[in-house]
């Protein structure tokens, strides 16, 4: 998940037109964004710029469009375009970086503060009862195949100390 911090800044660069219907409000704005990357579930965090450009028409004012915004008295409400520019331009699954490793799948350890981390071996542990029995030459062992293990998210384990 990613979002913006309630309370955090955010910086305006707007120019305010006044035009028959109302207020033009165009510039940029930037917001700071924060979250965690979906492999390694670290802080994810940057700033997010968006164009905006949006007519702000007068209260008595009928636009042309049902879904223009409205002045509030004198006042302008830019929370809700806001919002919605700022909600179309964040990442849809942030990671911390590009090449991120994520966590490991056995155990949950972060590989990238470990890169070289690996398990000894790769048997599923149901496996390990048949270590040592050693064929005897004539005798094949009729080996079922494990039972599907449910899908593991790597994620809920580690989510132990979030919140
Ligand atoms: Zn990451
Ligand atoms: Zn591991």
Redesign the pocket.
Known sequence: MIGVPPGSPVELDLRLESVVEGVLVSGTAAVEVRGE?V????E?YGQVQVDIQELFVYPGAEPDNDLASRLQGDLIDLEPLLRDEVVLDLPFQP???DD?L?LCVECGANV?KDPDHRHETDIDPRWEALRGIEGDGGKSYDVLEPAPQATKFPGKSARRNQE
């Open positions: 990357c492999r390694c579930l670290g994810v990671l911390c970086r991120c994520g990238n």
